[in-house]
């Protein structure tokens, strides 16, 4: 196994604040961090002086990244797959260009997934009207209709209420591969961040639960208050999702708690995840240092928390209270360099810990 020494680069494909986080965790075990990406001015690229400006496309741009790194990871998994295949010829790319194929489209995962035994919502791949109609007569209402690729926060989705929707729905979500998703009527929706190395060892945190508002990450609260079989249950199904991709680095698994207790996978992201951004204060590795220590050929870190806590996504305007969170004791103010506050644009998050068990 490579174990990359202290002073060694890690590229990163993606520039936005899960680059700049795990660039922080790799400078805090000494390893220098190259960021590529097509935006100018991006988060990560505040907090390392190596950065490329291309297309992730762009060949020789690729080409050479990839002679100033020694391994390749991603920070977002909407990356056209020719470019991470390609640099996956000249250097390591880690998670590999399958896992990211798999992850970055609806159809693929979810296929992956009952491939496996473990169980999604019920769900039919659409591609025109008529395969729309024939999801709609064997799912039935309420669904939502959601892209099979580049869909996040909310974006490429069409809840579905009436079982004589068609074209307008189809319209509303563009052109593309789509899936017909069933509702599920869920108690509550989890995550667990694993991580795995490159000796096939894992470390996986506490499942969390999730509060969404207007599809968006509103709130993550660590542990979730779920049975302790649920939480057994969940981690299970994230050992084994783990294992069967052969990843090497960081995957979140989405999962939603059925009012019986039963386990259902949502969504696959092989990188760091916003539900994973408690880590940074309240546990003894974050998933960031994680995702440097397995694509580096290190240890893996302990999982273990040291409290409690709840994460708070700063979404557009919210940013503007950073003032009162830096005068809140014990609020751990996270910011992301972006300098305009969009609506549904991740801004930060604040963390605030508690003692372990209230």
């Known amino acids: 196994m490579t174990r990359l020494a202290p002073g060694a680069a890690i590229g990163v494909l993606g520039g936005g604040q899960l680059g700049r986080m795990t660039a922080m965790a790799a400078a805090r075990l000494g390893y220098r961090t190259h960021i590529f990406c097509p935006e100018a001015d991006p988060p990560a690229g505040q907090?390392?002086?190596l950065v490329t400006r291309a297309d992730y496309g762009d060949r020789d741009a690729l080409?050479?990244?990839?002679?100033?790194?020694?391994?390749?990871?991603?920070?977002?998994?909407n990356i056209p797959i020719d470019g991470p295949a390609h640099l996956a010829t000249l250097v390591p790319v880690l998670p590999s260009p399958d896992v990211l194929a798999i992850c970055q489209d609806r159809i693929r995962e979810k296929s992956f997934l009952n491939a496996i035994g473990v169980a999604?919502?019920?769900?039919?791949?659409?591609?025109?009207?008529?395969?729309?109609a024939s999801a709609l007569t064997a799912i039935g209402v309420p669904a939502i209709l959601k892209t099979a690729r580049l869909g996040y926060d909310g974006k490429g989705q069409v809840r579905i209420r009436d079982a004589g929707a068609g074209a307008d729905a189809l319209r509303a979500i563009g052109a593309g591969p789509a899936i017909l998703e069933g509702m599920v009527d869920f108690a509550c929706e989890i995550s667990v961040v694993i991580a795995r190395g490159r000796d096939g060892s894992e470390a996986n945190y506490v499942p969390v639960e999730n509060r969404h508002k207007d599809g968006i990450l509103d709130e993550t609260i660590?542990?979730?208050?779920?049975?302790?079989?649920?939480?057994?249950?969940a981690e299970r199904i994230a050992r084994l999702i783990a294992g069967k991709l052969g990843l090497v680095g960081v995957l979140a698994i989405e999962m939603f708690i059925t009012r019986d207790g039963s386990v259902l996978v949502n969504e696959l992201a092989p990188r760091p995840h916003n539900s994973g951004?408690?880590?940074i204060d309240a546990c003894a590795t974050s998933q960031f240092e994680q995702l440097v220590r397995a694509v580096a050929g290190l240890p893996l870190g302990d999982p273990a928390r040291v409290a409690?806590?709840?994460?708070?996504n700063l979404i557009g305007d919210d940013v503007n209270t950073w003032p009162a969170?830096?005068?809140?004791?014990?609020?751990?103010l996270h910011l992301y360099g972006k300098?305009?506050?969009?609506?549904g644009r991740k801004m930060g998050h604040v963390t605030r810990l508690r003692p372990i068990g209230t």
């Not at 080409?63 to 998994?77: L, Y």
């Not at 999604?120 to 729309?132: I, L, M």
């Not at 409690?308 to 708070?312: L, S």
């Open 47 to 49: 907090v390392t002086p």
């Open 63 to 77: 080409a050479r990244f990839a002679r100033s790194v020694d391994v390749v990871t991603f920070e977002f998994e």
């Open 120 to 132: 999604t919502a019920p769900w039919r791949p659409v591609d025109d009207g008529a395969s729309f």
């Open 222 to 233: 660590a542990p979730a208050a779920v049975l302790p079989a649920v939480a057994r249950e």
């Open 277 to 279: 951004h408690w880590t």
């Open 308 to 312: 409690d806590a709840t994460m708070k």
């Open 325 to 332: 969170l830096l005068a809140e004791p014990g609020a751990r």
């Open 339 to 343: 300098a305009e506050a969009r609506p």
